[in-house]
């Protein structure tokens, strides 16, 4: 797991070196273990590395010939590619080695043969040109970003890199800035900074002398609807063998590891069936921790504690006070560069910093929900609209409370739905994965975590587990008002005391009761930033701050205070060293 970046310049340019010092130091936290450089010609490539695999000999760039590439990312597969190159003399035993010599065979379709997760960046210098390729996990697990410039190209594993070597601009694009207010996060290629762009997941970008020439997708969706399984006259045995087998298979590959590893556990299905595998598989007093709140919030602290405690795992407890959030918040905020207002941001940050202390590799539940359709917007989709059915992400987080402003908030989803070509159950299920899942929790568990030089790991995002679920039937996945029923029913039998058939009462970050607790001092701090005069009118903020105990109102506030944070860090350049009052009131 690392951060990697660099520059691919037309030819007759040479990179840089004080551009490529700004890029490895604006993401040494991704990789404070050590760091690499590859300049050839007008193209170079850097790397930091957080060691997780092959701790002595991992080192990058590999190289190989007049060919090297860097990646962030882990590869599960490494040993069956490996395999399939009898007369290759590898270097190291990284995972990241074998894609190399993968591309460098077929191209940049080389990812088809790739499992797991990455981000990756191979040069090769030819006679008359130079070659690269840059390619992102189907997922979108990793990131990868762009900014095309007049003499070439350059990437990084996150936005802010780009922009603290010059590349982009530190302005918003009003369109993403509306998306943002209403979805919580922003959709597809472009980002909020004008001038940079995401790789998209699963896509590859050939790149020949600065200059990008062709793209390649990998749809992790539309391959797992390749699978020969015959779903639809499948029993329910059959499909707890399939989900079993699955399982066993991703969660196994994620436990690779050179260094210490744990799991965070909400006491919720998606976290309670990977610690029900990992104990299966034999991981000995496995490390477990779980948020709670000093405030009465719903949460799973007790049954997180119990599962652990049926498993034998070490089990932590951390509890998250207001004062804590105060503090902390603008430095978990300006982590966010590719912002996410998702409050969950702040129990999963807090849980990487303590979970930091004891291990490198943390597993987590990511995913669970899409794949196996668990929320309860999918039942929704499914009824008529008489009965209460409406399609999902029609109404955002402001409704019309935004005058004039945001329209065309959906458009970016609405190109997604179109472009899915499906109805029902899996078209919501595929919208998420495509835009909700990469744009937003996979954002903000890469961030949270690697703002504190931790990997995280989501072994329900597996090509083999999209294999086998994706395709099911809908009566696999909702049932009995139930959903994800095939994992509940999975997990009734491999770990019975997560009774996962019982009510949940879910996980809840008070954040309402928080900026209510201050709202008036809060309220008017937020209001005079102009970033928000833009957007509402002060009088109507302060009023929703003051009542942000409604539930409502409190999404609306707390997007509000996010993206103030943001913008004062990320556009106006206020460090993220006071709490959220001196942030919000520093001079610029």
Known sequence: MCGIAGLFGRPGTTPDPEILDRLAK???????????????????????????????????????????????????????????????????????????YLWLRDGSGYTKELRGMYAIAALECGQGQQEMVLSRDPFGIKPLYVAEYEEGIAFASEAQALLAAGFGSRTVRPAARDELLQLQFTTGRKTIFPGIRRVLPGESLRIVDGRVMATHRRHVLSEACDSLTPFESMTDAQ??????????????????????????????????????????????????????????????????????ASVGAEHHVLTVSEEMVWRDLPAIVACMDDPVADYAIIPTWFLAREARKDVTVILSGEGGDELFAGYGRYRRALKPWWKGGRSTYRSGTFGRRLPGRGRHWRD???????????SGLQAAQALDVCE??????????????????????????????????????????????????????????????????????????PIGNWIEGRGKELGLLVSQQPCIREIMPAKKVQKLFESAAQRRHARQSWTLLFYALWHRHHIEGIPADGDVFDTLSRAA
């Open 239 to 308: 499909a707890l063998a399939c989900v079993d087998a699955a399982l066993m298979d991703s969660v196994g590959a994620h436990l690779r590891s050179d260094v210490p590893l744990g799991l965070f556990l909400s006491g919720g299905i998606d976290s309670s069936a990977i610690l029900a595998a990992v104990h299966r598989l034999g991981l000995n007093h496995p490390k477990t921790w779980t948020a709670r709140f000093d405030q009465g919030s719903a949460d799973e602290t007790a049954a997180a504690a119990h599962l652990a």
């Open 412 to 422: 970016g989803m609405a190109t997604t739905e179109m472009a899915q070509g499906l």
């Open 436 to 509: 909700w899942l990469p744009n937003d929790l996979l954002i903000k568990l890469d961030r949270c975590l690697m703002a504190h030089s931790a990997e995280g790991r989501t072994p329900l995002l597996d090509p083999v587990v999209a294999k086998a679920v994706w395709s099911m039937p809908d009566r696999f996945k909702l049932r009995d008002g139930y959903g994800k029923w095939i994992l509940r029913r999975w997990l009734q039998d491999a770990l019975p005391e997560s009774r996962p058939f019982a009510p949940k009462q879910g996980f809840t970050v």
């Open 26 to 100: 604006a993401i040494t936290h991704r990789g404070p273990d050590g760091a690499g450089r590859f300049v050839q010609g007008s193209a170079a490539l850097q790397h930091r590395r957080l060691s997780i695999v092959d701790l002595e000999g991992g080192a990058q760039p590999i190289l190989h010939g007049n060919a090297g590439l860097i990646a962030n990312g882990e590869i599960y597969n490494d040993r069956e590619i490996r395999s399939t190159f009898p007369s290759a003399t590898f270097k190291t035993h990284s995972d990241c080695e074998p894609p190399l």
